[in-house]
């Protein structure tokens, strides 16, 4: 990987903020923009990290805290959405139900407050992370 920021996509409110998000009125979604190098990962890898990393099947993993943390995958170019696409049709098939996350185009990544930035780092916390192999 070469760089990481969270932020917010796919509402309707230019410019928001972690407050005005949280109030559920932006349609936001919390959000990764991850930067790769497919030379060293590729994307399907990343995608499969992504599938094991939350449960695929439930739209909104944390409803009583907002719908901001709904899972969902913003793809930057159609190539992805494609292949983002096609993976979750495989992933439905080997579990034999529906994958709820959503998979959109992106529109506008909108950069959190520096203070999101590197959160749980630095924090010395954990939320999300990647199964043992």
């Known amino acids: ?29 919390e959000a990764l923009e991850l930067s790769f190098d497919p030379n060293i990962i590729s994307y399907e890898k990343l995608l499969d990290f992504f599938w094991q990393m939350h449960n695929p099947t439930e739209r909104s993993w944390r409803l009583p805290v907002g719908s901001q943390y709904r899972a969902e995958i913003f793809c930057a170019n159609e190539d992805h959405l494609e292949r983002a696409r096609a993976s979750r049709a495989k992933l439905e098939k080997s579990l034999g139900q529906k994958v709820t996350t959503e998979i959109t185009p992106l529109t506008t990544f909108w950069r959190a407050e520096d203070y999101h930035q590197k959160y749980y780092e630095k924090r010395q916390a954990r939320a999300c992370r990647l199964p043992d192999r």
């Open 1 to 29: 990987m070469v760089d990481t920021a969270v932020g917010y996509c796919g509402g309707n409110y230019d410019k928001p903020t972690y407050p005005i998000v949280c109030s559920g009125i932006t349609g936001h979604a």
